[in-house]
C-alpha cells in the first residue's frame, strides 16, 4: 500500500505594500511546510537592458521553511533581496501524484548601472541551509551590487560574478569569479561590485551566469 504524505502549507506571515503601485513593491513572507514546491520572483526598476534586475526559482519536494523580504524601488533606482531557508529533500505522494524532485534554488541580480552581475545558484539539493542578502542601486554619482551569502548544502552550487566597463569602443570585463561545487560543503562570500561613475560606465547588456 502506497503511503501518502498530505500536503501541507503554512503560510505564516504575508505582507504586500505598495506606494504608487508602479515604482514600489515591498513582500515579506514566511512560507513552511512539507510537500511540493514551485514558486518564482522576479522584479525591476525600469525595463529593457538598464537599471537593477532579480529573478529567483525554486523547485523541489520536502520539507521547507522560507523566510524573504524583497523590495523594489524604482524611483530610487534599488532593489532590496533577504532570505534565511532551510531545505531537505524527500519524495511525496498526494491526491495528484508522486513528486521527486531534488531541490533547486536559483537567483540572479543584475545591475546596468554598474555593470554588474550576481548569480547564486544550488541544484540536485539533498538538503540545503542558505542565508543571503543582496543589494543593488544606481544613480549619476555611484553604483555597485553587494551580496552577502552563508550557505550549508549536499548537492551542487554555482556561485559567481562578474564586473564590465564600457570604454569609448567596447567593452572591457574588469572581474570575474565562478565557482562550481559538487558533494558537500559550506560556503561564505561577501562581494561588492561598485562603480563611482555610473552614467558613463552602463553596459547594454548583462548574462546572468
Known amino acids: 500500500m502506497r503511503v501518502r504524505f498530505w500536503l ?37 526598476t525600469v525595463a529593457g537592458f538598464e537599471g537593477q534586475k532579480f529573478s529567483e526559482s525554486i ?10 523580504e524583497f523590495e523594489v524601488d524604482s ?49 540536485h539539493a539533498e538538503s540545503l541551509m542558505r542565508s543571503s542578502e543582496i543589494r543593488t542601486w544606481g544613480n549619476f554619482t555611484n553604483a555597485s551590487l553587494q551580496a552577502n551569502i552563508d550557505s550549508k548544502i549536499t548537492g551542487v552550487a554555482r556561485i559567481g560574478w562578474i564586473s564590465r566597463q564600457r570604454t569609448e569602443r567596447r567593452f572591457v570585463e574588469i572581474g ?10 559550506a560556503v561564505r562570500k561577501m562581494i561588492q561590485l561598485g562603480n563611482g561613475s555610473a552614467s558613463g560606465t552602463r553596459v547594454d547588456w548583462m548574462p546572468c551566469l
Open 75 to 123: 524611483l530610487n533606482n534599488t532593489i532590496n533581496y533577504t532570505k534565511n531557508a532551510e531545505f531537505e529533500y524527500f519524495p511525496i505522494s498526494y491526491q495528484t501524484g508522486v513528486y521527486d524532485r531534488k531541490w533547486s534554488d536559483m537567483i540572479c541580480a543584475i545591475n546596468y548601472d554598474a555593470g554588474a552581475v550576481f548569480t547564486e545558484a544550488y541544484t
Open 8 to 44: 501541507t502549507f503554512v503560510l505564516i506571515s504575508s505582507m504586500i505594500g505598495s506606494s504608487l503601485a508602479s515604482t514600489y513593491i515591498f513582500e515579506k513572507s514566511n512560507v513552511k511546510g512539507v510537500g511540493y514546491r514551485d514558486s518564482s520572483l522576479m522584479g525591476q
Open 59 to 68: 523547485m523541489g519536494s520536502g520539507r521547507f521553511d522560507d523566510r524573504t
Open 176 to 185: 570575474r569569479s565562478v565557482e562550481e561545487l559538487t558533494g558537500t560543503f
